[in-house]
């Protein structure tokens, strides 16, 4: 049984095209993808759509409209996209009913005039309400969301929806000036700040572990918590996209995003309901109490190429030909944070994150203070954890200590798992775009950033990276395929993490 035939979820299904209708009053509704020519829109965002299509997600009489500056046609479109869109047999005659309702509108982002002939094609859909992704480089945001508001907007009692992908600046300057321009054409409800990273499965699930069991709430706090680690780490490095990863770097790339987003679930108050501005509020109040990250308090390193004469030779960060030479650029960071409040005060928060490293995995980690009062052999406990897996093989396990079977008492570390391919087999979790788009025709901004959460994740760390970008400090080199530097398992020694390394979560479950 797939995740649609369930009853449970034919339930929700219902609930939500209820919503949506009335959400839309009937009306019609347009998404317009801004950047249809690219890569994003071609591998996410057209596939994502299908997806929602195919399923029955959509508003009735909903169209789609892509724009950029290329030549195409939606032949072409679809051609671009089939790959990535997962069809299976006997769908192919409902992918032509999908991409019939798709149309192409070529034009540029400065000129005024064209965006007048997308505004032509959108109100050939009747008086639709208006969705426009923005899958488009920094450098146009400005002047093609000033046509857009000059041009493009619903009319009377119909709404626009303006969805617009990361990066959102590239320091505090630049974020506030881009916030401040967007809030000047558009209000916070009219806007939905993507990160897909809120769209994931497990990190959705951390609302409901923390404020929807009894057992957790008492520890969770300074008294019983030693450390919590929120790791990201790619196997791959970055496979001649180096020209665009430079401009950024690992921290802008993941860690000033994804990874404190997931920190502020972890450490926000419970909120007065699950309503967007309630979650959203306690995560700002988490952001406000967290200081500027030190460079005392940061690992930084570049992975170089591993030869090791036996067929898997690996470049080098600097071996890609797309990297400008010399690059001091890092794709690898450690950094720790602190949550200033009567809950946090004193825990660290280490962030990982890297590129070429041993593993593809996204999880949070929660270690808890060692047992007081030990009465056994010393060495043999060791701390308790509990882990988030958010990729890949979702999962939520409770490393702990049990006796080793047999006639001695003796511990062993084991642990309590609810693994998702093991307790719902046959599931299928929605794509993060799927649920994030979703929520945009429904008007829910509780998986969004708000203005203010943006503003106060870049005050953490523009110091951190102006410092590196006027300095620039050279990153410690790490073999392609490591660990990572030793110098980041220095830091997290340093902070109070301990790993003994005897025990592995067993991650080929099913």
């Known amino acids: 049984m797939t995740s649609m035939d369930s009853p449970a979820t034919k339930e929700v299904l219902s609930r939500i095209r209820d919503s949506l209708e009335q959400e839309g009053h009937g009306a019609s509704h347009v998404f317009v993808v801004l950047g249809a020519s690219g890569d994003l829109a071609k591998k996410k965002i057209y596939p994502t759509l299908w997806w929602l299509f195919r399923d029955g997600l959509l508003p009735p009489q909903t ?28 769908e ?5 009913q999908f991409f019939k309702l798709n149309e192409y509108v070529a034009g540029s982002y400065d000129q005024a005039e064209d965006f007048s002939k997308l505004n032509k094609a959108i ?5 639709p309400n208006r969705l426009f992704y923005l899958a488009l480089p920094p450098s146009v945001f400005e002047t093609v969301t000033l046509n857009l508001k000059a041009v493009c907007m619903s009319q009377k009692d119909k709404w626009t929806r303006i969805i617009v992908e990361k990066p959102f600046g590239h320091d505090l300057d630049s974020s506030n000036r881009l916030s401040a321009h967007l809030a000047a054409l558009f209000s916070e409800e009219q806007l939905y700040r993507i990160d897909h990273y ?17 057992i957790f709430s008492p520890v969770w706090n300074r008294d019983n918590v030693a450390s919590v680690v929120i790791s990201f780490k790619e196997p791959f490095g970055t496979q001649g996209r180096g020209g665009y990863f430079d401009q950024f770097g690992i921290i802008r790339d993941v860690m000033q995003n994804h990874l404190l987003q997931i ?25 406000r109490s967290i200081q500027p990250i030190k460079m005392d308090e940061v690992v930084l390193g570049q992975y170089v190429g591993k030869k090791d004469g036996k067929g898997e030779e690996k470049d080098g960060y600097l071996d890609d030909p797309t990297v400008p030479k010399g690059s001091v650029t890092p794709t690898f960071a450690t950094a720790v944070l602190f949550v200033r409040n009567e809950r946090w005060d004193g825990v660290p928060f280490i962030l ?6 041993n593993e593809r995995k996204a ?15 010393a060495g043999e406990v060791k701390r308790n954890e509990l882990v988030i897996r958010v990729q890949p093989n979702e999962a939520v396990y409770m490393k702990m200590m049990t006796k080793t079977p047999g006639m001695a008492i003796e511990c062993e570390e084991s642990e309590l798992d609810l693994s998702y391919g093991s307790r719902y087999k046959d599931v299928k979790l929605p794509d993060a775009y799927e649920r994030l788009i979703l929520d945009v025709f429904m008007g829910s901004q509780i998986h969004f950033v708000r203005s203010d959460e943006l503003s106060e994740a870049w005050r953490i760390f523009t110091p951190l990276l102006h410092q590196v ?35 592995r979560w067993n991650s080929d479950k099913k």
């Open 352 to 357: 990982r994150c890297g590129k070429a490293l």
């Open 363 to 377: 999880e949070v980690r929660i270690q808890f203070s060692d047992v007081a009062g030990d009465i056994f052999p």
């Open 92 to 96: 192919e005659a409902k992918v032509e």
């Open 63 to 90: 169209f789609f409209i892509g724009y950029a500056r290329s030549k195409l046609t939606v032949e072409a479109i679809k051609k671009q996209c089939i790959p990535h869109m997962k069809v299976k047999k006997g």
């Open 469 to 503: 970008d006027k300095e620039k400090p050279k990153p410690i080199p790490y073999v392609y395929g490591s660990r990572g530097p030793s110098e980041a398992d220095d830091l997290f020694a340093k902070k109070g993490f301990k790993y003994t390394g005897t025990y």
């Open 123 to 127: 109100k050939q859909k009747g008086d």
């Open 198 to 214: 809120l769209g994931k499965e497990m990190v959705q699930n951390l609302m409901v572990l923390r404020f929807g069991n009894r």
């Open 263 to 287: 920190l502020t679930l972890v450490a926000m108050e419970k909120p007065p309901s699950t309503a967007a501005e309630d979650i959203r509020n306690e995560k700002v109040k988490v952001l």
